[in-house]
């Protein structure tokens, strides 16, 4: 007797097609850039000085100008990317003053000064305060504007010449006047910019001097503006027409 042959239906259930398991895979964790601090800044800096140094090259506006090249372009990029990438430790320094735009010396190193002018220096201006015309003293001087707006202008001598009242005098003699240069060229603005937040401005004697200032129109209260200067200027020289400061 042929024997039976059967049949048997799988269960609907082991017939089905398997699923698609979504399966998950977990992307690294890429650490974000922590915004740049003052102190890092200064350390950065001083770094970036430091490494001219300690080869031998004394920094001022007369050194090598490839080794200014390499400091220059150091310097400015560092103080660009603190601006620009949000940085705002700054702003526990700044005060401003209805009469007078206020410098804050916030770092000093055996290579540089800042200020916050609101320079490593911080120096605040409230709108239509600026600086009288200026010479850095053989130094380097980088500008970079914080907050608001600035408006940085050069001015060159001029051929015509008028003599100085009191030039008879030494230096010496005038309060808050280290040299006198007799007879006083007349000053002719040769350059004029604005600088926003993140832009920033170098400055020296070989170039011209220069006078920084707060347009009228700026909303209050007015710019920050971070100076580094290169050697330390205590007592800035001013330009002055009969002894009066222009």
Not at 26 to 42: E, G, W
Not at 76 to 103: C, M, P, V
Not at 175 to 188: D, I, L
């Amino acid at each position: 007797m042929p024997s039976e042959i059967l049949h048997c239906t799988p269960p609907e259930d082991l017939c089905r097609a398997p699923e698609k398991v979504a399966s998950w895979h977990a992307l690294p964790v890429v650490p974000r850039n922590p915004v740049p601090t003052l102190q890092a800044l200064f350390e950065e800096l001083h770094a970036a000085f430091e490494a001219e140094a300690s080869q031998g090259i004394i920094i001022d506006n007369s050194q090598p100008a490839a080794s200014f090249a390499r400091l220059n372009a150091r310097v400015q990029a560092l103080l660009t990317r603190y601006t620009k990438e949000g940085s705002s430790d700054w702003r526990r320094y700044a005060a401003f003053n209805s009469h007078h735009y206020i410098r804050h010396l916030i770092e000093e190193s055996p290579h540089f000064e800042i200020l916050v002018r609101r320079g490593n220096r911080l120096v605040c201006w409230q709108p239509g305060q600026g600086s009288h015309i200026h010479d850095h003293d053989n130094s380097h001087c980088w500008l970079t504007c914080l907050d608001g707006t600035l408006e940085e202008k050069h001015y060159q001598a001029g051929e015509s010449a008028s003599p100085v009242a009191g030039s008879a005098f030494p230096a010496s003699a005038l309060p808050g006047v280290e040299r006198v240069t007799s007879p006083c060229p007349a000053m002719h603005a040769t350059h004029s910019q604005r600088l926003g937040p993140g832009d920033t401005g170098y400055i020296s004697d070989r170039i011209a001097l220069h006078t920084v200032a707060c347009p009228s129109g700026t909303p209050a209260p007015g710019a920050a503006s971070l100076h580094e200067d290169q050697v330390v200027v205590r007592k800035p020289g001013f330009w002055s027409v009969r002894g009066v400061r222009t």
